[in-house]
């Protein structure tokens, strides 16, 4: 496998880096209690806590477990959002994303995905992906539906924010 840290991954619109300190503040902006209403993750109260988070995932980077990823539009650097492929030491990793309220409807979500996959598909040795999701969260849905996923179970569970989650697990295969 490729060096992590150094993953950047584009697409016509997009490009995709690992995460880091410097996006500290538009995390903390973007990921409000708006965005997390289907995710399990609540936002953070504060940008110190944000920055713990960052690093936390910065050192998951660093211990090959999970890769984070920022989205930037490709002609402006525009902060977007961020996805992920989780658990990428198992056999069964995992795909995340969220984007930013105004970002959302522009097939960003799909896009990212589709090129986070794509290095999946060439970087990582795996029996499928799971991709978790709300049933509410449609746009999420039709992501994984996007990528041939098939439901596999479903499942409910109380999210951060105290919230019951009611969930769809998706597993995609190569």
């Keep these: 496998m490729e060096n992590l840290e150094t993953v950047l991954l584009e697409s016509k619109r997009l490009m995709l880096q690992a995460i880091s ?35 936390d995932m910065i050192q998951q980077r660093e211990n090959k477990t999970d890769l984070v990823l920022v989205i930037l539009k490709k002609d402006n650097l525009e902060f977007l959002g961020i996805c992920e492929v989780g658990a990428i030491d198992t056999d069964t990793p995992e795909l995340g994303i969220w984007l930013k309220k105004l970002a959302h409807g522009f ?3 799909r896009e990212a995905i589709s090129v986070l996959k794509n290095w999946v598909d060439k970087n990582l040795k795996y029996n499928y992906l799971s991709y978790p999701v709300d049933k509410r969260n449609i746009p999420s849905r039709k992501i994984a539906e996007s990528l041939g996923g098939r439901v596999f179970r479903e499942f409910q569970q109380i999210n951060n924010s105290g919230n019951l989650l009611d969930e769809i697990e998706y597993r995609i295969y190569k």
């Design 21 to 55: 300190l410097e996006y500290a503040d538009s995390v903390f902006r973007e990921f409000t209690s708006e965005i997390t209403t289907f995710m399990y993750p609540k936002p953070a109260q504060s940008i110190r806590e944000t920055e713990k988070i960052i690093k």
């Design 107 to 109: 097939g960003f979500g």
